[in-house]
T-cell receptor, first 112, second 112 residues
Framework: DAGVIQSPRHEVTEMGQEVTLRCKPISGHNSLFWYRQTMMRGLELLIY????????DSGMPEDRFSAKMPNASFSTLKIQPSEPRDSAVYFCASSPGQGPLHFGNGTRLTVT | ELKVEQNPLFLSMQEGKNYTIYCNYSTTSDRLYWYRQDPGKSLESLFVLLSNGAVKQEGRLMASLDTKARLSTLHITAAVHDLSATYFCAERNQGGSEKLVFGKGTKLTVNP
């Protein structure tokens, strides 16, 4: 079991650029979550998928953020255009139904 | 709205001492999770508490759940330096979107 795999691990970009974060959940897990972590706001749930369908995207900060899950083994979180306040660590997590979430190693995003 | 409150947010203790971290949550959920995060690392699942009165123990950590009081506790016994980390509790909303909402975390520092 390779765990939840996120890429890239680090991303540094300039304001206004498009950023795409990627996630491969654990095989067999039917729920996928995107979280953002900052010192000021803690862990914030951005969006949650169940069986590849977005269930709750109320945490997506604004229209600049979008997420997709085209199949059970892949999800993306896109920010376009990026802004300095988007700088954070973005975690992807998956779970088998009601079981505990398994987190990836995160992507540290820095927008200058 | 789901709300999870932890206290204290910061805890500095000496090795060998005992202490308890408290987690209050807002709904009638009977499913509570505890996670550990080391600096710069991902989140690691510690406990899943599934029913009122549930108690789980792993080494020097013991977690319990009181659904009537909407309270979970994480008790640390005879703390050691290796327990230094940030501990999060999280509630899973049932019957709705089933998203997992985290508290702000308790940063534990165990001093020799």
């Amino acid at each position: 079991d390779a765990g939840v795999i996120q890429s890239p691990r680090h991303e540094v970009t300039e304001m206004g650029q498009e950023v795409t974060l990627r996630c491969k959940p654990i095989s067999g897990h039917n729920s996928l979550f995107w979280y953002r972590q900052t010192m000021m706001r803690g862990l914030e749930l951005l969006i949650y998928f169940n069986n590849n369908v977005p269930i709750d995207d109320s945490g997506m900060p604004e229209d600049r953020f979008s997420a997709k899950m085209p199949n059970a083994s892949f999800s993306t979180l896109k920010i376009q255009p990026s802004e300095p306040r988007d700088s954070a660590v973005y975690f992807c997590a998956s779970s088998p139904g009601q079981g505990p979430l398994h987190f990836g190693n995160g992507t540290r995003l820095t927008v200058t | 709205e789901l709300k999870v409150e932890q206290n204290p947010l910061f805890l500095s203790m000496q090795e060998g001492k005992n202490y308890t971290i408290y987690c209050n949550y807002s709904t009638t959920s009977d499913r509570l999770y505890w996670y550990r995060q080391d600096p710069g690392k991902s989140l690691e699942s510690l406990f899943v508490l599934l029913s009122n009165g549930a108690v789980k123990q792993e080494g020097r950590l013991m977690a319990s759940l009181d659904t009537k009081a909407r309270l979970s506790t994480l008790h640390i016994t005879a703390a050691v330096h290796d327990l230094s980390a940030t501990y999060f509790c999280a509630e899973r909303n049932q019957g709705g979107s089933e998203k997992l909402v985290f508290g702000k975390g308790t940063k534990l520092t165990v001093n020799p």
